[in-house]
C-alpha cells in the first residue's frame, strides 16, 4: 500500500507519525512555505509541536506525491473537504479515500465520506473515525478508532494496513453513525465548555452529556444510523473524550464562550458549523434537538450562556 495523509494539521500529523510506524507515508500540506518548513524541521512546530517526524515521512505540498499513493487519508476540516475534492476529483478515480474529519457540511448537509461519495463516486470510502487526541497517536500511546467501509473486503484491508503496535481500529460497516457521532460529539463538547466556563458545575456538564448524547441518537435514527454505533467509540467513546478534557478544541470553545473569553480564531472549531447543520438537519426532518440549537446560537453569538441555560430549563417537563 503507498499511503498520503493529506492536511498537515495535528491530526493528519499525528497520524502520519504513528503510521510511520508501518512504511513510508506522505504528508502533504497544502501551502508549500507550511510543508517546506515542516520538512526542515522535521516537525510540525504550528501545528504538534514536540514530536519530531520519522526519517520515513516525505512532507510534500506537490499534488502529484498525493495523488501517487493508492490509499489517502483526508485530514482536510469538514468545511473545506467539499471544495477541495470537486477541485480535485479527477486525479483521485478508484483511489481509497479515507475521511478523517469530523462534521457536517453547512452548505449540502453531507458528512465527510458522502462528501467523497458526491465528489469522486468511483473511490472506495471509509471513515477513520473515535476517540483521539493527535498528540496521544503521535506519542504512541494506546488509541483505539472505528474504521467504517460499506464494502466488508475493503474495510477488512484498511483495518489490517491502517492498524499499528498503538493504533487499534475496530471495523465497522455503519457509515453513517460514524459519521454522525463524530460530527455530533463536538458540539455537545462546546456545550459542555460553555458550561464549565460560565460556573454551571460538574453536575450540570454531566446533565448535557447525558441529554446530548440522547439527541445524538434521536437525530441518528432519523437519519437511519444504528442506535448501537452511537454507544461505541465513533459515539459515546468520542463523546466522553471531548466533553471533559481540555485537549478538545471545541470543548476550549466552550470555555472561550462560557468565560467571555477571546479565542484563537486560526483554531478549527468543528463543531461550531456543525452546531448550525444539525440545526437545520433537525428542521428539515422535524426533530428536537434543544442542545445542538442554543450551541449554534451561543457559537454565531446571537444569545449570551444565561439565556441558553433558561432557554433549557424551561423547557416543559418530560419523561426521560
Not at 512504511?23 to 497544502?30: E, K, M, S
Not at 505540498?61 to 471544495?83: H, M, R, V, Y
Not at 422535524?286 to 453569538?301: F, K, T, Y
Request: net charge negative.
Amino acid at each position: 500500500m503507498k499511503l498520503a495523509v493529506a492536511g498537515a494539521g495535528a491530526f493528519g500529523t499525528g497520524l502520519a507519525i504513528s503510521l510511520a510506524a508501518n512504511g513510508p507515508v506522505t504528508l502533504w500540506a497544502r501551502d508549500a512555505d507550511a510543508a517546506a518548513e515542516i520538512s526542515k524541521a522535521r516537525e510540525n512546530v504550528q501545528r504538534l509541536p514536540g514530536h519530531p517526524l520519522p526519517e520515513n515521512i516525505n512532507v510534500t505540498s506537490n499534488l502529484a506525491a498525493l495523488i501517487d499513493a493508492d490509499t489517502i487519508l483526508l485530514a482536510i476540516p469538514a468545511q473545506k473537504l467539499g471544495e477541495w475534492l470537486k477541485v480535485n476529483a479527477d486525479h483521485f478515480a478508484d483511489k481509497r479515500l479515507v475521511a478523517c474529519c469530523k462534521g457536517i457540511d453547512q452548505s449540502t448537509l453531507r458528512g465527510p465520506v458522502a462528501q467523497i461519495e458526491a465528489h469522486v463516486p468511483s473511490a472506495i470510502c471509509a471513515m477513520l473515525t473515535g476517540p483521539s487526541f493527535a498528540a496521544d497517536i503521535a506519542n504512541h500511546l494506546p488509541t483505539a478508532l472505528t474504521l467504517a467501509c460499506n464494502d466488508v473486503d475493503e474495510g477488512a484491508y484498511l483495518q489490517a494496513c491502517l492498524s499499528t503496535p498503538t493504533l487499534r481500529l475496530y471495523l465497522s460497516q455503519d457509515v453513517i453513525g460514524a459519521e454522525l457521532g463524530g460530527a455530533l460529539k463536538n458540539v455537545i463538547a462546546i456545550a459542555c465548555g460553555v458550561c464549565m466556563g460560565a460556573g454551571f458545575g460538574e453536575s450540570a456538564r454531566a446533565a448535557v452529556i447525558t441529554r446530548g448524547f440522547a439527541e445524538m441518537r434521536r437525530i441518528g435514527t432519523a437519519l437511519g444510523a444504528d442506535p448501537e454505533t452511537l454507544t461505541g467509540l465513533s459515539g459515546f467513546g468520542d463523546l466522553a473524550l471531548t466533553c471533559t478534557s481540555d485537549g478538545s478544541r471545541n470543548y476550549r470553545f466552550g470555555l472561550s464562550i462560557g468565560s467571555a473569553q477571546d479565542f484563537d480564531t486560526a483554531t478549527t472549531v468543528e463543531g461550531a458549523a456543525t452546531a448550525v447543520s444539525v440545526s437545520n438537519l433537525a428542521q428539515k426532518h422535524d426533530l428536537d434537538l434543544p442542545i445542538c440549537r442554543v450551541v449554534a446560537d451561543l457559537a454565531s453569538g446571537k444569545i449570551d450562556p444565561e439565556t441558553a441555560l433558561a432557554t433549557l430549563l424551561a423547557r416543559p417537563l418530560r419523561k426521560e
